[in-house]
């Protein structure tokens, strides 16, 4: 009964969703069918949930979804008890969509740029991406972006925020990436349940995904095996290497474009840095002893969106971490610095985080958020 009602507030709250799309005329009809495709979407992802608690006492749930949801429970009460997140319905039922993402996201940049396009949305502002929960919808974006000349990346998404709107649930397309896909995605997502900045995409995912590698490293500490603990060491050390080699590019491309090079030339060194940045992410990945870290990434969809959109998960990492080192790591008076940062306009809001990024970072440091398969943590959510 509980549940049908929720249905009945959700097919509510999506009906007023909808209407305000109408109302506003932001973009005609174009605009009104993607606030369709959206709250379609997401009914579909909730109308597919079942209480995890049900399932843990059901016979019939398969042994091992058993054990992968009771351990996704547990990261979920740690997130609440020690992290200080939102303690409510969200990440306590579990939804299988029978596919591998949730969402895709369309990312765009001109073709001579590393300036991220920008969609206006309603309740979350502007915003570096536009996601749709049909994959070939968001590949007919793409396709049209790039006829109008932009370079475009179409990346999946294992998991989204309602920001608390709704409960959301555990889902198989980020259960299906481990224990610490797990952790990263519940702790990062309700994170932006705490502070949320409409239209500041860089300020939110910098601050989910600092709060993120906090919360892990805590899980870790006190919950996490020896062989958790090694593999999340291996994988910030490859980050960190990948991150800077894509910081260093970043420098390079940013210094083309802005060079009196013509149209022309600015092609054809572009193309030469990306190929430039292939061979040398090549040779990283034989350092790590051939293992294929973004190699898609790197191998099929490098350009300037995509290294646009890794800046967007990373670029404040640093500063919000010194951040919370300024406040010895007390996570309630960090989350009041964050807050007190959210109440400022834009430009002082970043330039007092820039003020706090360590010079070797270069302003482009930290880890990318998002958890993807193995090594290609590509921020995509």
């Known amino acids: 009964m509980r549940w049908r009602h929720r249905a009945a507030r959700l097919r509510r709250a999506a009906a007023l969703l909808l209407a305000a799309g109408v109302a506003t005329g932001l973009a005609g009809c174009g605009q009104i069918g993607y606030y369709g495709q959206a709250v379609g979407g997401h009914l579909e992802l909730m109308r597919a949930r079942v209480p995890i608690d049900e399932l843990l006492r059901a016979p019939a749930t398969d042994p091992d979804l058993r054990r992968r949801l009771a351990e996704a429970q547990a990261i979920r009460d740690f997130a609440s008890r020690e992290l200080g997140l939102p303690d409510n319905g969200s990440y306590r039922s579990y939804a299988d969509l029978g596919r591998r993402y949730v969402v895709w996201n369309v990312f765009a940049a001109p073709e001579l740029s590393l300036q991220a396009k920008d969609w206006c949305l309603l309740v979350v502002g502007c915003v570096n991406y536009r996601g749709y929960y049909d994959r070939r919808a968001a590949e007919q974006l793409a396709a049209e972006l790039r006829a109008a000349g932009y370079d475009t990346y179409v990346g999946g998404v294992p998991a989204y925020s309602t920001l608390g709107h709704f409960d959301d649930p555990v889902l198989n397309t980020f259960l299906r990436l481990g224990t610490l896909a797990v952790a990263r995605t519940v702790f990062h997502e309700l994170a932006h349940q705490i502070v949320f900045v409409p239209g500041d995409t860089l300020f939110n995912e910098s601050f989910a995904t600092a709060l993120e590698e906090e919360g892990l490293r805590r899980w870790l500490r006190e919950h996490g095996s020896s062989g958790q603990r ?9 980050q960190a290497e990948f991150t800077m080699l894509l910081h260093a ?6 210094a083309l474009y802005s060079s009196d090079l013509p149209p022309a030339g600015k092609r054809a060194a572009k193309t030469a ?10 040779a990283l990945q034989a350092a790590w002893g051939g293992v294929a870290g973004h190699a898609r990434f790197v191998a099929d969809d490098l350009n300037n969106a995509s290294l646009a959109s890794l800046a967007l998960y990373s670029e404040l990492v640093p500063a919000f971490e010194q951040l919370l080192a300024s406040q010895d790591h007390d996570l309630p008076r960090f989350y009041r610095e964050v807050a007190s940062l959210a109440a400022l306009a834009t430009s002082e809001r970043h330039a007092a985080l820039r003020a706090l990024l360590p010079p070797a970072s270069g302003g482009d440091g930290g880890v990318a958020g998002g958890s993807a398969e193995d090594e290609n943590r590509l921020p995509v959510r």
């Open 249 to 254: 590019y970043r420098e390079r491309f940013t």
């Open 273 to 282: 840095l990306l190929a430039r940045l292939r061979s040398d992410h090549a």
């Open 230 to 238: 090694a593999q999340h060491e291996t994988q910030q050390q490859r």
